[in-house]
Structures are given as C-alpha cells and as structure tokens.
C-alpha cells in the first residue's frame, strides 16, 4: 500500500510559519483536516524555523491536529533528536520519523528512532553530502542499511529517500531519481521515498512537472512520498497510476475514488 505523507504543515512555507508565530489554530487544523480528507494516510509536522522554540511549536503543533483528525498518524520532521524523542512520546498513534541519515552528527537521532516503533524515512546521505548519481544513491542506502541493521531497525519499518533536487538546475536528476528508486527497490528490496515538490523548485507550473514524474516513480516501484494531497490532478494519478500498475485491485479503489469526487 503506497503511504501518502502530507506535506503542507511545514514552517518553510510562509503561512505556517506566520501561524506558528500567531498561534493561529484556525489555520493549522484547516491544513489537517483538508490534507486527511484529501486521501493523506500521515500528516507530516515541521516546526524546525522556530529555532529555540520548535519543541514548544511541535507540542502545540500534535495537540491541534490530533484534536482536529481522527486516528491521525503524524510525521515528525525534525533534525533536533531532543525534539524527536519528545514528539515519539507525545503522538497517540504510531507515527513516521523524517528523518533520519547517514552523517555522523545524526547517530543521536537514529538511536532515537530506533528505539521507537515507528516506521522511519532514512536519507540516502552521508558525510559527502547530497548524492549526484545513481551510484551515490545505492551507495548511501548499502550504508544506511547496515547503519539500521546495527541498531535493530527492521528493514519494513525503513523507507529511503532517494533525495529528490531540482531538475531546473540538473536536469540530470530526473532520471537519476527514476533509475535510483527502481535500482534500490532491485538491490536491496527496501521501500523507497521521497520529496516530490523538490522536483520541480525554479520552474513554472510546478504542479505538472510533480505530477508527472509521480507517475514514472510510481512505475519505478515508488512505496511512499511527500506531497500536496489538497492537489487533486496529483491523487488523480496515484489512483489511476495504481490501477493501471495492478496494484489496485480489479480497480475498487479507484472505483471508490471517482464516485467520492
């Protein structure tokens, strides 16, 4: 079953990061419940442009949007493994930890992370930075696996990020992605994630550039990602994608999608 991870509860966006610093409840609980109600099976959390306040920030953050969604999973999207501890122990129900990577100075949050239930989003990258090529990719996930093995962390609890960057600026990078996503699942047999919208950053219509790359990642073996579920056209292609793929069996999902739209 493909996890659709909503996105838009993140302090880089200006709104949510105006909300955070006003308090505004109106705001945040009409993102929760529209993202819930849009088909997102987890809402994703940011509050890390808070700086000093961001435990604060994520604790006001899990209150409202439990409160407002029904059996929610939540996300939690901190670097801050103090922050992430904390946020482990507040949520109700089993949440998804974004995330955590190879760098020497995350070891504090995979420990973190491996001492919870949660399912985790590792990041295919280490100390020499973002990786460029596929071989960067398939190299950071053989090292984020042994990295997990070594601290208990069951391979279906993982997904890796296959690190999705701008095309606008390396146009290389589509197929990179592509290739990468396709690559691990044949490798290593693990589930794979990602950022969507960073796909498209720089360019007009970026709608259309995200929804069309979902698609060819979905062909790929795509298992989760981080998205607009608000973005109808962009659900559309996840259930049409998983019919045509046979995922969806004999279509009833997608049967149910278009008769509640």
Do not use: H
């Not at 610093?21 to 509050?47: F, H, T, W």
């Not at 961001?54 to 939540?74: A, C, K, N, T």
Request: aromatic share 4%; net charge negative.
């Amino acid at each position: 079953m493909f996890l659709t991870i909503g996105e838009l509860i993140n302090s880089t966006r200006d709104e949510v990061k105006q909300a955070l610093k006003e308090k505004d409840e109106e705001l945040i609980r009409k993102l929760a419940r529209e993202q819930s109600e849009s088909g997102a099976d987890v809402v994703d959390l940011n509050a890390g442009e808070s700086m000093e306040d961001e435990q604060s920030d994520m604790d006001w953050l899990i209150d409202l949007v439990e409160d407002e969604v029904d059996d929610v999973r939540i996300c939690i999207d901190t670097p801050d493994p103090e922050v992430l501890e904390f946020a482990l122990k507040k949520v109700e129900n089993r949440p998804v930890v974004n995330s955590i990577s190879n760098e020497e100075d995350k070891a504090r949050a995979r420990e973190v992370a491996a001492d919870s239930d949660a399912e985790i989003i590792g990041l295919a990258m280490g100390e020499e930075g973002m990786p460029e090529t596929v071989e960067d990719r398939l190299n950071e996930t053989e090292a984020l696996l042994e990295k997990c093995d070594s601290l208990g962390i069951e391979e279906d609890r993982l997904y890796v990020d296959v690190i999705a960057m701008t095309i606008g600026s390396n146009q290389e990078q589509g197929q990179y992605v592509i290739d990468s996503v396709r690559e691990i699942k044949e490798k290593f047999g693990v589930k794979t994630n990602i950022g969507l919208s960073n796909m498209s950053f720089g360019l007009p219509d970026r709608a259309l550039i995200n929804r069309t790359v979902f698609a060819m990642l979905l062909e790929a073996g795509l298992d989760a990602a981080l998205i607009d579920p608000t973005d109808k056209p962009m659900m559309d292609t996840l259930k049409a994608a998983e019919s045509l793929l046979g995922v969806d069996k004999n279509c009833l999902n997608y049967l149910k999608y278009k008769r509640g739209n």
